[in-house]
Structures are given as C-alpha cells and as structure tokens.
C-alpha cells in the first residue's frame, strides 16, 4: 500500500497531527486523483458554530468540529473543504477532466479520501470546479464552500432563478436582503442575487460598508446598531419591497422575522439560514430554508442526492460566470509558509480570531 503525508486526529478531541501514513487512494470510473497544492480555512473546519446570539460570539469555538467529531465518517480523520490542485489521473469513464487540468472546489467534508488536507484526494469530476485561466489558484481557495452555499440559498430556498451565463436578467422590482453581507458566503449572495435581477441590501459593519457595495449591493445598513435602528434602515431603504432574506450571518433570525412581519409588503416570503443546527421555527407566512451543503456526496438519501444533483448544476453555471468575469473571487489572506505545518498554524490563529479575511495556505509545490 502506498501512502502519503497530510494532517490527521485521531478521534475526537484529539489535536491536528503530520503524518505521513495515510494511505493513497486510487480513483475510480468517473473519479480524478488531485494534488493539493492550496488550502482555504473555513470555520467549519475550526469550529462548528454553537448556538450563538450576538455577533461578538458567532465564532466561538464550541463545539468544534475536530473537538466532538461533528460530520467526520471515520477516524484517524482527515479534514478540508475549500482546495485547489491538478489533476494525477483520471479514471476511466472521466469527460470533464483531464491529466493536468487545474481544478478547485468544496469537497465533501468528514470523508478521509475525498478531503484535501494530505498529499492527494479523489474527486467525482462533476462535483469539482475547473479552473479557468483567468481564476488563480490562490483565489480559488475563496470560492467554492461560500458560492455553494450562497446559491443552495438562494436557488433552493428562495426559486431565484440564475441567468445563463453571458446573459442579463430582467430587472426587478424588488430586493433581497443578505444579513452579513460583507462575510465570504454574504459576498456571494450579493453577487448571484444581483446577477438575478434584484436589487440587494446588505448588512455589514461600518468599516466593511464598501465590501458588500463591491461585490453587487446597492444599500447597505448598520448591522451594529441597535436592532430598531437596522429595522427602520431596511423599511427607509426597501420601502418595503422585499421578499427574500438570506442571513449568511448567522445571527440575524430575530431581525429577520421581525423585517417581514413589520415591514415586507410582498405575498411571499422566503427566508434562508446557514443555520442548520439550531432549533429554529417560523410564521406560517414565512419560508424556511436550510443550507445543507454537508449532504453533498451523500447519493443514497433523497436530501442528498438533491443536494448533489443541484451542486452539480450550479458548478457548471459558476465555472461560465467566472470564465466570462460575472462573477469574482473574494479578497484572501495567504498564510506564510508551505507545507501542513502551515494548515496546523493557520488553524491555530482561525481560533485564536487573529484572521480577518478568508484564510490560504500553500501546501504543495506542483
């Protein structure tokens, strides 16, 4: 059996560790081996959000994913989700991929041969980006867990319709609100749901007013104000007209009800959350979603394989829009150093909150 390096724990609780046992898979018909060359930290890998409240606390550490075991198959486990690479081989039934091509993407998180912190990983090529030339890879690392999640929101949740790439939608008369708009997956919203014709407002602190206004918003408000102020902010700016909201944030729920029920003026309603843990309940009047971008991979349930089925879609629709420039990479910080050592490090200072922007790490030279 031949194996590889990469970062494993052991069970949960157990710290991140450098190893060089882990065995290399081999893909099969329509899977592609990849070489990790970049990393990007997300939370998910440092923490699963605990039931949190206020802004001051949505990163809090507990539980943490790597601490109780959340969402990993087996153990030792190997973690990651948003990576770049290129392609080793392809197996047999392969279309889309070749030898060589540079590739990029969320991968199923909790499952060992198909996560990125080691050597090599596997892939099933339809539910992996291509890269085009104009995305680096570096960039790359920024997009994929954040635009599937922002598109399983809006798509999904809300019956926002994407136009075919090269083309403009219809103007509409009417917004959609993104609570953390000036977050990775709240920048994303802001793009697809201005691609769809809508206009959008976004929450964002002060000083990152200009990051939703950047990627598509045309308004934006205090989200540290008290919550009256923001709920006067969204009728003041909408007059009203909106049916959509999105909290990317996390922590918007309670402005959010209370921004349809006091304000909206549209017959339907859909409201979206990245929330999938809490326990959460909404007026009849309302419609709940759910982002479950953890089910992708998981074929053999109907929630899965709709999912899947659906990232799928989107992943084709994104790779055109990012080839044609409609839709952009966000801004990133890459860590210093290469090598695992550097994902430990990265890790470390995600939970330390010493990281303000979508984090990457170089992990391999080609």
Known sequence: MTTQSGITIAGPNAPYTVVDNIPRPTPGPSQALVKSLYVGLNPVQVAFPSLATTK??????????????LLI???????????????????ADC????????????????????????????????????????????????????????GLALVDGQNITLPAP??????????????????????????????????????????????????????????????DEQLVAIGAITGGKFGHIFDASIVSFELSIKAFEELST??????????DWSDISVPESISLYRVMLGQLGKVDTPRGKHITDLVVELTRK??????????????????????????????????????SKKAVVKVQDE
């Open 56 to 69: 001051s606390n949505i990163f809090n550490r507990e539980p943490f994913m790597q601490h109780t075991g």
């Open 73 to 91: 198959d087996e153990f030792p486990a190997v973690l990651g989700s948003d990576v770049s690479g290129i392609v080793l081989e392809v197996g």
């Open 95 to 150: 279309k889309k991929l070749s030898k060589g091509d540079y590739v990029f993407g969320c991968v199923p998180i909790g499952r060992n041969q198909l996560s990125p912190f080691q050597e090599t990983f596997l892939v099933e090529e339809d539910w992996i980006f291509k890269k085009p030339e104009n995305v680096g890879l570096e960039e790359a690392c920024t997009i994929g867990a954040a635009v599937l999640t922002a």
């Open 166 to 227: 090269g083309t403009q939608a219809e103007s509409k008369d009417s917004w959609v609100v993104v609570m953390g708009g000036s977050g990775s997956v709240g920048q994303y919203a802001c793009q697809l749901a201005s691609l769809a014709g809508y206009k959008v407002l976004a929450s964002s602190s002060p000083s990152k007013t200009n990051i939703p206004l950047d990627f598509g918003a045309v308004g934006t408000f205090n989200n540290r104000a008290p919550l």
């Open 266 to 275: 549209e017959t339907k309603k859909y409201f979206s959350t990245a929330d």
């Open 318 to 355: 994104y790779e055109q829009y990012l080839e044609l420039g409609e839709l952009k990479a966000l801004d990133y910080e890459l860590l210093p150093g290469v090598g695992w050592s550097g994902v430990v490090n990265g890790i470390a200072d995600y939970e330390a909150g010493k990281l």
